[in-house]
T-cell receptor, first 113, second 116 residues
Framework: AQSVSQHNHHVILSEAASLELGCNYSYGGTVNLFWYVQYPGQHLQLLLKYFSGDPLVKGIKGFEAEFIKSKFSFNLRKPSVQWSDTAEYFCAVGPDSWGKLQFGAGTQVVVTP | GAVVSQHPSRVICKSGTSVKIECRSLDFQATTMFWYRQFPKKSLMLMATSNEGSKATYEQGVEKDKFLINHASLTLSTLTVTSAHPEDSSFYIC????????????FGPGTRLTVT
């Protein structure tokens, strides 16, 4: 069955630490890849997306993600986190061009001052 | 730009009644709208895909007679939970994508439904 897996359910780290969140998917063929963030009490916002081209994608707020086709992965990274990065992060995969998405289970990230 | 609103943000209803949730794209025309359900500590589960002017496509396991979706215009989709039961209590989120590529989805703030 097609699936999206996020490796960590809960991550706690200190400010200025580096963050990497794993995401793997099991779709074959061309996919569109997304990372969304949900800050406490707020709606989902797009961090970054990959449709084609350069596999290293830069998004908002200093986040980036790398698409590795051979590993079916789209890991999210940020070199130095801030307290304001405390949020839930969702990887999503869209197997078709009409935008239908399947979400991973999410990773709760807590950044301590 | 690309703002999606939902109304109401919270609703409490009695078991057996019906509840309507609205999803509006405020500054763009949404060819396609999606309805998700988010359980506590869980991911978003796609319930259905709604295209303007046509019947919604429901995901496997979602009862189309219970969750009625209407997408009457390019800026409005509604989800009606009919004969609600306590197990329907959840957070319902809509999203909308525009009329051309890259078909990015923009999410609404969600509606918290509590059925007593």
């Amino acid at each position: 069955a097609q699936s999206v897996s996020q490796h960590n359910h809960h991550v706690i780290l200190s400010e200025a630490a580096s963050l990497e969140l794993g995401c793997n998917y099991s779709y074959g063929g061309t996919v569109n890849l997304f990372w969304y963030v949900q800050y406490p009490g707020q709606h989902l916002q797009l961090l970054l997306k990959y449709f084609s081209g350069d596999p290293l994608v830069k998004g908002i707020k200093g986040f980036e993600a790398e698409f590795i086709k051979s590993k079916f992965s789209f890991n999210l990274r940020k070199p130095s986190v801030q307290w304001s990065d405390t949020a839930e992060y969702f990887c999503a995969v869209g197997p078709d061009s009409w935008g239908k998405l399947q979400f991973g289970a999410g990773t709760q990230v807590v950044v301590t001052p | 730009g690309a703002v999606v609103s939902q109304h109401p943000s919270r609703v409490i209803c009695k078991s057996g009644t019906s509840v309507k949730i609205e999803c509006r794209s405020l500054d763009f025309q949404a060819t396609t709208m999606f309805w998700y359900r988010q359980f506590p500590k869980k991911s978003l589960m796609l319930m259905a895909t709604s295209n303007e002017g046509s019947k919604a496509t429901y995901e496997q396991g979602v009862e189309k007679d219970k969750f009625l979706i209407n997408h009457a215009s390019l800026t409005l989709s509604t989800l009606t939970v009919t004969s609600a039961h306590p197990e329907d209590s959840s957070f319902y989120i809509c999203s909308a994508s525009g009329t051309g590529p890259p078909y990015e989805q923009y999410f609404g703030p969600g509606t918290r439904l509590t059925v007593t």
